[in-house]
């Protein structure tokens, strides 16, 4: 009933595969690929996985979009060619592989977000054949590689706790094998992405989790209760895991691990490829991230913030003029007591408060609130710099003589536990 609604509902109308799925079929991995030149290779180190107890499909997304240009055309019609020729030499009872070739996507939905999202909406259609709402769907990009134990370790997750939402896998970027510009740029941007849920989890913010589409993996049950995939060009990922994660029941994964690419890109306007552009770009030597003070400041309310349901109206505005400027400017900017007098007719006790109150100071928010400080009260640092202050101030650590790639390696080490 559920995957019925939702794919009479929010999905994508058209169905792509014609093949019937396997009774026991348990994971779909889905790969939105645009212009990817190392598809195959993320192909073959899926098919290096260790096997798993039940059937695994593996959906691949090849798009282009209306006017492309003729050599990205004439390239996708190639490697369509190519990935169909592989697939017939790989394709076993246990794992079989899709290609939808999604081809000339209007400009106005073209993006990651409606390749992810066809593909994820044909999972559902899958699993809804079987009637398996105890399905997983793992979303993966198509130029990054995995473990070896990456799809039995996402099988085991579940069965040890089969009422999961969803989980972030570890990854690390690789660099080894980069220019030293590339290599000083990814270990920056990767050191970034780890301080920044580190920064948050200080803060106190209960959702601090990656959010990295090649990287994660959800149940479809609550895929498709939540509405699943949004269109976006860039970002989908953060906007549809921050809907998942509230729910509960939501880890991270750190036995196995990705390897997203470290090469520059400029398909989608921020992330890892665009990134690592700039800095080629710029020749910088140097990453910039939010300043630690950004996330004192946030804690000072985030500790506090259950003091708000013992408040009357008239009590807001004394509560809001005991913190630090930045977030006094910044709730004002947001509508605060308005939001909190909101929270307040719609909850008798002080979970169902609290809940609501992170309904509204989401993960979205969090990050405008950032953003505001950084352009208002405490220009981004250098990232080691960022660092070095956290890590003094979180875990009494004198990391003053840590290379960036030091640092990484202690937020890559922590996170591994």
């Known amino acids: 009933m559920l995957f019925s609604t939702y794919l009479k509902r929010y999905a994508i109308p058209e169905k792509w595969i014609s093949d019937e799925p396997e009774k026991d079929l348990g994971i779909i991995v889905v790969i939105p690929s645009y212009h990817e030149p190392e598809l195959i290779k993320t192909l073959e180190s899926l098919e290096s ?19 492309d240009p003729k050599d990205i055309v004439d390239d996708t019609n190639l490697q369509i060619n190519d990935v169909e020729n592989w697939i017939n030499q790989h394709q076993l009872i246990k794992r079989k592989y899709f290609i939808i070739p999604l081809l000339k996507v209007p400009h106005k939905i073209a993006g990651p977000g409606y390749a992810r999202k066809v593909g994820m909406d044909e999972a559902i259609s899958r699993f ?16 990054t590689t995995v473990d070896q134990n990456y799809l039995v370790e996402i099988e085991k997750h579940w069965n040890k706790f089969p009422n999961t939402t969803g989980v972030s896998i570890q990854f690390r970027h690789p660099f080894d094998q980069c220019s030293d510009l590339i290599s000083k740029g990814i270990i920056q941007y990767e050191l970034h992405l780890r301080y920044y849920i580190h920064a948050q989890r200080f803060a106190g913010f209960p959702f601090a989790f990656q959010t990295v589409g090649s990287s994660f993996a959800v149940s479809a049950r609550d895929y498709a209760k939540q509405g699943g995939m949004n269109k976006r060009k860039a970002g989908e990922d953060f906007y549809f895991l921050h809907k998942i994660i509230p729910q509960g029941n939501y880890f991270n994964l750190n036995s196995t691990c990705v390897y997203p690419s470290s090469r520059p890109s400029l398909r989608v306007p921020f992330g890892t490829g665009k990134t690592i552009s700039e800095f080629i770009k710029k020749e910088s030597s140097e990453y910039f991230s939010y300043n630690f003070q950004s996330f004192r400041d946030l804690k000072s309310l985030l500790d506090n913030h259950l003091e708000l349901f013992q408040l009357l109206p008239g009590q807001l505005n004394a509560f809001l003029q005991k913190m630090p400027q930045s977030i006094q400017s910044f709730l004002s900017s947001q509508n605060f007591i308005g939001q909190i007098e909101k929270i307040h007719n719609n909850t008798a006790e002080k979970s169902t408060f609290q ?63």
């Open 49 to 67: 996985c260790l096997k798993t107890v039940k059937s695994v499909e593996v959906i691949i997304v090849v798009n282009t979009r209306e006017n």
């Open 128 to 143: 809804s054949k079987i009637n398996n709402e105890k399905g997983i769907i793992v979303s993966l990009d198509a130029d």
């Open 355 to 417: 809940k609501a109150f992170f309904r509204w100071f989401d993960g979205f928010r969090l990050m405008k609130f950032v953003h505001f400080a950084r352009d208002n009260f405490y220009p981004n640092l250098p990232v080691r710099e960022a660092v070095i202050q956290y890590l003094k101030e979180v875990h009494n650590l004198q990391a003053n003589e840590f290379s960036e790639k030091e640092l990484l390696m202690w937020f890559r080490e922590y996170d591994a536990k």
